[in-house]
């Protein structure tokens, strides 16, 4: 047995933040995880992502394919050039690894992927063992060689945890301690291809072509993580730009008095995180109630139908007892009903509007 006299938890930090479920618009058929990962953190650390998948349908089977975006300023639309890094659930669907539960996962159904980094893509994990996840979903055993499928929803959801130790009073000792395990985790939910910020989504009815970030800070208690996604289809390349914003809705002003902010050219399907932001990237220290607008500032592309798009993630961690918050992303303008359910001008039933902003397909076999 071993012994303490004080009560030690001993964590560490990752980028990734915990957050409160909430009810939201999560199901689709196509879905962004921003960030997972298997990776070596603080204090001797090892952080790890389980993700758990439902079949929201009411009637149908569905079958999922994943792939795995790993983080840097990379190109990964190779990853789309065939099925040799994804995991599916059918041999038959030639993927490179078979997960038998992704196949038919029934009406209310779920399936919990546990360590999905280093169990699927161990080649990843490690101390920069992290990345982005593409999910698909579609009815059972309808996907063809040519990557054409039957569309169905499921929800996404993620939890990046580290195992850590904790000491409580052994009830037979007076005055020692037990040593248990325990895991300090934190919630990170997929989002729909209806939810990314989309460069042509402005109107009217709002601007959707940027994000926002709460909850922004950086001193001797806090310190706060950024992340970016490259959501777009596979020809584009996006220059992200990155604005911190004062308490008085002002910008942070360099020693030059010119407003600071940060550019950053993501190529199709690349993931970025930056730790500390403020003082590692920005040169900022000792920040309270800030805030970071996220834009594209230009794009480029060599498809014919581009999809300019993107989404972000913040994570605000306390220093002291490494206790991490999820601060999920904002649009500036309110949520439209008639614009996600107009009407016609007779019965009132619901008609398709938009595009389809399915960007991004199952890779095809020839």
Request: proline share 6%.
């Amino acid at each position: 047995m071993q012994t303490r006299t004080l009560v030690i938890i001993l964590g560490a930090v990752m980028a990734f933040g915990g957050n409160i479920a909430h009810a939201e618009f999560h199901a689709s058929d196509l879905i962004y995880v921003p960030v997972v990962a298997h990776a070596a953190g603080a204090n001797d650390s090892i952080w790890r992502s389980d993700v758990i998948i439902s079949n929201v349908e009411a009637e149908d089977s569905i079958d999922v394919a994943i792939i795995f975006l790993p983080s840097g300023l990379r190109n990964n639309s190779y990853l789309f050039s065939d099925r040799t890094e994804w995991v599916g659930g059918r041999e038959a669907d030639s993927f490179g690894t078979i997960e038998e539960r992704l196949a038919d996962i029934p009406p209310g159904g779920s399936v919990a992927l546990e360590d999905i980094v280093k169990t699927y893509w161990p080649e990843n994990s490690g101390l920069n063992g992290q990345g982005a996840l593409v999910v698909f979903s579609y009815l059972a055993d309808s996907l063809e060689d040519d990557g054409s499928r039957e569309y169905r929803n499921m929800t996404v959801s993620s939890r990046t945890y580290n195992t850590a130790t904790l000491w409580k009073p052994d009830p037979d000792n007076e005055g020692e301690f037990l040593e248990s395990e325990v895991s300090y985790g934190q919630l990170l939910n997929g989002v729909p291809w209806y939810n990314l910020a989309d460069s042509a989504y402005v109107s009217d009815q709002g601007d959707f072509s940027y994000l926002v970030l709460d909850g922004a800070r950086d001193d001797e208690f806090f310190r706060y993580n950024l992340g970016i996604l490259n959501t777009s289809d596979r020809q584009t390349t996006l220059i992200m730009r990155i604005d911190p914003i004062q308490a008085d809705g002002q910008p942070f002003l360099n020693e030059a008095e010119v407003p600071i902010s940060l550019t950053v050219t993501l190529p199709p399907l690349a993931h970025i995180q930056y730790f500390q932001i403020f003082s590692n990237v920005l040169g900022l220290t000792d920040v309270t109630e800030a805030r970071f607008k996220i834009g594209i500032d230009q794009w480029s592309t060599t498809g014919v139908t581009p999809h300019p798009t993107f989404t972000i993630y913040g994570s605000l961690i306390d220093n002291g007892s490494n206790d991490p918050t999820t601060y999920e992303p904002t649009f500036e303008a309110p949520y439209n009903v008639e614009c996600m359910w107009p009407t016609d001008d007779s019965g009132g039933d619901p008609k398709a509007v938009g595009p389809n902003r399915r960007v991004l397909e199952i890779p095809s076999l020839w």
